[in-house]
């Protein structure tokens, strides 16, 4: 049997309970058919070649339960870290398991991809792991959060050849129109102890504060946000009444973390986990849906229980 053929059949093997057990697409989206929906992957930390790894097979198996997905996602994003040390094997199997998703692609790197001689082989399988791109409803803006030094060790950065790059497109762009944003690494800090955050994150921030509608998503903290409705504009009720509000819309930008694959990692605040490594999980590991329409997001994760 080709390697393509058992892992197609593995991961429909492994999503045969879920198809029954979960409903599909946020409330409404089916009925909206110009509303997108988008699945979103991120962290599967392929360590090689190996179709009988714990995270092949997990990867396997987010790709067989986005295939049931009906109706199929106008879009599949993931978010990095598609190997978990630069492998071009890894890589390559990566390319191949994900080969099975149903419509358009969109991948940015990570630092596990990149790590060795893994960025040569991440862009030729991938391309370029920064892009701009429109789409129906919405514009779909891809960064490359690379691993750069410092005095305090490692940090995350855009850049500044790729904000220059950013601020270019994003003149470009109707102000009205609605951003998503996939990115490795947060864009905002989210504890820095533990390398979750990007150094010029605020200044890519900045630059986005002109658009009402910012929706950026992100793996690397393997953790996941919340099922939520997102509002296109923020309403707080003790400083802001309906009248104002209509002359003063607070513009949102929501930083939306992914949940991985491969292995789940607790809140900063529940105190350093013994190292991860590939194989752990699946409980608290997953992908989400989100369904973009008028002026709000709809994102629900989808978590494996075991």
């Known amino acids: 049997m080709k390697r393509r053929e058992f892992l197609h059949r593995l991961g429909k093997g492994l999503a045969a309970g879920w198809v029954w057990a979960r409903w599909w697409w946020p409330a409404g989206a089916g009925a909206e058919s110009a509303r997108p929906r988008l699945a979103l992957v991120a962290d599967a930390h392929l360590q090689d070649g190996d179709v009988r790894r714990g995270p092949a097979r997990a990867l396997a198996q987010a790709v067989a339960e986005i295939r049931s997905l009906s109706p199929a996602p106008d879009l599949v994003l993931f978010a990095g870290d598609l190997a978990h040390a630069g492998d071009p094997k ?39 792991p920064r892009f701009s791109r429109p789409y129906p409803g919405f514009h ?57 955050w990007t150094r010029d994150g605020a200044q890519v921030m900045s630059l986005l504060s002109r658009f009402p509608q910012v929706y950026c998503f992100h793996g690397h903290v393997h953790r996941v946000a919340d099922s939520f409705q997102l509002s296109a504009f923020n309403q707080d ?54 369904a973009l329409g008028g002026k709000s997001l709809e994102y629900r994760p989808q978590l494996w229980s075991a």
């Open 90 to 128: 890894a890589l390559a199997l990566g390319k191949e398991i994900l080969g099975d998703l149903p419509g358009t692609l969109a991948l940015v790197m990570g630092e596990g991809d990149s790590a060795g001689k893994g960025a040569r082989s991440w862009i030729r399988l991938f391309g370029e």
């Open 140 to 196: 779909l803006l891809g960064l490359h959060t690379s691993l750069a030094t410092s005095r305090r060790g490692p940090v995350f950065e855009v850049g500044k050849e790729q904000r220059g790059w950013l601020a270019g497109e994003l003149a470009r762009l109707d102000p009205a129109q609605p951003l998503v944003v996939l990115s490795h690494a947060p864009l905002r800090e989210i504890f820095r102890p533990w390398g979750q």
């Open 237 to 290: 009720s003790t400083e802001i009444n309906d009248s104002c509000l209509a002359e003063n819309p607070k513009p949102i930008t929501q930083n939306l973390p992914l949940p991985a694959t491969a292995w789940p990692l607790p809140s900063p605040l529940q105190g350093t986990p013994t190292a991860p490594r590939p194989g752990l999980g699946p409980a608290g590991c997953g992908w989400g849906l989100a």
